[in-house]
């Protein structure tokens, strides 16, 4: 009789597990760090200037 109300309370809680989906959209962040890209082309730009107008940097 135990082992009966046991499988039976047990049945019983495998049906209240519910999967709800959420209120607000999912948000996924890709914060892409270009920094490194623009500073190197910017240096090369500058070396580039310096290099074609070398009466305006003396040394």
Do not use: H, W, Y
Not at 11 to 21: D, E, N, P, S, Y
Request: aromatic content about 6%.
């Amino acid at each position: 009789m135990r082992m009966a109300a046991v499988a039976f309370g047990g049945a019983a809680l495998a049906g209240c597990i519910t999967v709800k989906a959420p209120d607000k959209p999912i948000e996924i962040n890709l914060n892409i760090n270009v920094k490194q890209e623009v500073v190197v082309s910017l240096k090369k730009d500058a070396d580039d200037f310096i290099a074609n107008n070398p009466e305006l940097f003396p040394k």
